[in-house]
Every structure is written in structure tokens, then in C-alpha cells.
């Protein structure tokens, strides 16, 4: 097979063709890394998610805490506001409401949750 090709011979390649190759690949690739730019850009931060994750563990630990209070509590770069409401439409309900912001204040998200006041208790019940 590869003697029938041994005395063929090839075209080369002008000079003028291999840099309009060349142009294109450089034209696909730069294509390429502005798209995946603007999702980096349009997707949420390692921040955001963060935030959006420690609020969620925040939520499930202080509903189990014997004693809820307002605070800020401060992890890593992201501040975290903790308020407690009563709940005027539903009797004996607590509404959590976790906002957390970054250094400069911007806030990243906002969680809003209801506990039952009953079922705050001492781990030490159990």
C-alpha cells in the first residue's frame, strides 16, 4: 500500500495559503475565549455560590440552636446579616432571613426561611 505512494509526490503549500490558515485558526480561537468569557461573566461568581451554600448550612444550624438572636456573622470575605422575624400570618413560625454581602457590600443573596418556634431545642435533650 505504502509503496504505490512512494514516487507520488505532493503539492506543496504557497506561503499565501498557509497564513490564511493560519488567520483562521487564530480568528476561531479568539472567538472561542470571547464566548467563554462572556459565560464566566454571566454565570455566578465561586462568591456567590459560596454564599449561597454557607447560607443554606447557616439556616439548618440555627434552627436547631437553642436561642435565636439578630447577628452578622463574618466568614472568609462574605458578611452574613441574620434577622428573625415573627411571622404575622402564621402563629408560633419564626421567619429567618439570611442576606449575605461581599467587602465592598454588594449583596450576593438573600435567603428567607420559616422555623417552627417548637422545634428550637438543646442538643443536649436528645
Known amino acids: 500500500m505504502l509503496a504505490g505512494l512512494k514516487g507520488h509526490k505532493l503539492k506543496a503549500s504557497s506561503i499565501l495559503e498557509t497564513m490564511v490558515a493560519a488567520v483562521l485558526i487564530l480568528f476561531s480561537f479568539s472567538a472561542g475565549m470571547v464566548l467563554y468569557h462572556q459565560v464566566l461573566q454571566s454565570s455566578w461568581s465561586a462568591v456567590q455560590m459560596t454564599a449561597v451554600f454557607e447560607q443554606g448550612y447557616?439556616?439548618?444550624s440555627l434552627a436547631r440552636a437553642p436561642e435565636l438572636v439578630d447577628q452578622e456573622i463574618l466568614r472568609e470575605e462574605i458578611r452574613y446579616e441574620i434577622v428573625l422575624?415573627?411571622?404575622e400570618r402564621f402563629e408560633g413560625l419564626l421567619q429567618l432571613r439570611i442576606a449575605a454581602y461581599d467587602r465592598s457590600g454588594k449583596?450576593?443573596?438573600e435567603l428567607d426561611r420559616l422555623i417552627d418556634k417548637g422545634e428550637q431545642h438543646d442538643?443536649?435533650?436528645h
Open 58 to 60: 447557616l439556616a439548618d
Open 85 to 87: 422575624l415573627e411571622e
Open 107 to 109: 449583596l450576593l443573596c
Open 123 to 125: 442538643e443536649n435533650e
